[in-house]
T-cell receptor, first 113, second 114 residues
Framework: SQKIEQNSEALNIQEGKTATLTCNYT??????LQWYRQDPGRGPVFLLL?????KEKRKERLKVTFDTTLKQSLFHITASQPADSATYLC????????????FGQGTTLQVKP | DTAVSQTPKYLVTQMGNDKSIKCEQN?????MYWYKQDSKKFLKIMFS???????INETVPNRFSPKSPDKAHLNLHINSLELGDSAVYFC?????????????FGNGTRLTVT
């Protein structure tokens, strides 16, 4: 069955360092992959989208890679700040699942000052 | 100026009751969704409507019935509530139902069934 895995353990890093979060998937051929940020008590907020024919996408301090051979996406936050502390969710579109996003369980990032 | 708003934010009720959650979006989007987030934080799609028409209906018990009076509103009615229905329910919208269309979420309704 289709599966999306994110590291369920919290990631703790020091302010100023680069945070790297991983999203792995199996039995899946996603056409798109999205990353969202979720703060406690709030809904997820869209950050970035990357297509299957793109290797890398950047937005300010954020960078996403998409390796369809490894079936993996990496999400990087450079020069991390305490305000980046949140849960980050990856979500995949199947190539035949119109409008249907499948979410991973998210990884909580804690950036310490 | 909230884009996707849902009410109520908290809902505490007893088993067997019937309750509704309302959702409205002012983004002019064609597609709206209901997602359920369980205690392990997994977000699972329940329903999707495109211009008031049901397009996604996951294996959700018949006790859950979505209603879309117009494309800016998607309400969720739950009959005969059970303990296992306790979760956070998120409404979302997107410009279209096509792949790659980012979702805009509301801030959730935390449902607690006692």
């Amino acid at each position: 069955s289709q599966k999306i895995e994110q590291n369920s353990e919290a990631l703790n890093i020091q302010e100023g360092k680069t945070a790297t979060l991983t999203c792995n998937y199996t039995n899946y051929s996603p056409a798109y992959l999205q990353w969202y940020r979720q703060d406690p008590g709030r809904g997820p907020v869209f950050l970035l989208l990357i297509r299957e024919n793109e290797k890398e996408k950047r937005k300010e301090r954020l960078k996403v890679t998409f390796d369809t051979t490894l079936k993996q996406s990496l999400f990087h936050i450079t020069a991390s700040q305490p305000a980046d502390s949140a849960t980050y969710l990856c979500a995949l579109h199947g190539s035949s699942n119109t409008g249907k996003l499948i979410f991973g369980q998210g990884t909580t990032l804690q950036v310490k000052p | 100026d909230t884009a996707v708003s849902q009410t109520p934010k908290y809902l505490v009720t007893q088993m067997g009751n019937d309750k509704s959650i309302k959702c409205e979006q002012n983004l002019g989007h064609d597609t709206m969704y209901w997602y359920k987030q369980d205690s392990k934080k997994f977000l699972k799609i329940m329903f999707s409507y495109n211009n008031k028409e049901l397009i996604i209906n996951e294996t959700v018990p018949n006790r859950f019935s979505p209603k879309s009076p117009d494309k800016a509103h998607l309400n969720l009615h739950i009959n005969s509530l059970e303990l296992g229905d306790s979760a956070v329910y998120f409404c979302a919208s997107s410009p279209s139902g096509e792949d790659g269309s980012p979702l805009h979420f509301g801030n959730g309704t935390r449902l607690t069934v006692t």
